[in-house]
């Protein structure tokens, strides 16, 4: 399994998101995280969860994978909750999470940061969108807002990787099984103005269909592009399955 990442600092002064990727005998793990609380204590909750989800992961070995992802958040939501103990704040971070081994995808997900798969010339967001956004899109089926109030209204999130009991969780059941030619993109929601859209702009489709190259760089370059003024931090980690 290849898997590619990239970022860009956007129009911010600071990087708050923090990702990870593990290759294992039987696997690949990629983490990735979005921090809030403003620059130190974003960063500090989203590095703290990353590294500590990875390494609870990788010390739960003889549980399923589903349950030891959702043991390794348990683990990075505590990590988060001393480590800003330990400084006297209060900050938290979007975590996401996937793992693909076997051919099939499992994963868990807090916050609002995607987890998209590629393919057949669609896109699908696999994972829940814990922001506002979700409840504002029940009013555009309704015809009460259009596509884009609802997402420019819908950024407040509805659950976070803060210490505290965590309010919603969203995880694979059942692994999730892949076909060959899938492409798996795990982003923060810096790829919002690209990626979360009513209708994926051809040029965008020609994007994620491309298979030279780096897929990781192409978004986060295109999101670049789109000299959006309040553009924020841009993680993207690929990953292609071609078995």
């Not at 659950?159 to 076909?179: F, H, K, Q, R």
């Not at 040029?203 to 760089?217: H, I, P, Q």
Request: some cysteine.
């Amino acid at each position: 399994m290849n898997a590619v990442i990239a970022q860009w600092i956007g129009k911010r002064e600071h990087q708050e998101d923090s990702y990870l990727v593990r290759h294992y005998p039987a696997g690949t793990l990629a983490v990735l995280c979005d921090g809030m609380g403003g620059h130190q204590f974003g960063a500090l909750a989203s590095s703290t969860a990353a590294k500590e989800f990875v390494d609870a992961f990788e010390g739960d070995s003889d549980s399923p994978v589903s349950q030891r992802l959702l043991n390794a958040l348990e683990a990075a939501n505590a990590a988060v909750r001393a480590a800003f103990s330990e400084v006297g704040a209060y900050g938290g971070t979007t975590l996401v999470a996937a793992y693909i081994g076997g051919g099939v995808l499992w994963w868990v997900s807090v916050g609002d940061s995607p987890l998209y798969l590629w393919r057949h010339h669609r896109l699908i967001r696999l994972n829940e969108d814990h922001s506002m956004r979700a409840v504002y899109m029940q009013y555009v089926q309704s015809g009460c807002l259009t596509f884009e109030e609802a997402v420019m209204r819908g950024h407040a999130l509805r659950s976070a990787v803060t210490g505290e009991a965590i309010s919603m969780i969203d995880s694979s059941v059942t692994p999730y099984p892949l076909l060959p030619g899938d492409r798996i993109i795990l982003t923060s929601d810096g790829t919002d103005d690209l990626l979360y859209t009513s209708v994926l702009a051809d040029d965008v489709k020609a994007l994620l269909d491309e298979r030279s190259g780096n897929l990781a760089v192409r978004i986060t370059e295109a999101c670049r592009l789109l000299e959006n003024p309040y553009a924020d931090n841009v993680t993207v980690v690929s990953m292609d399955w071609d078995a």
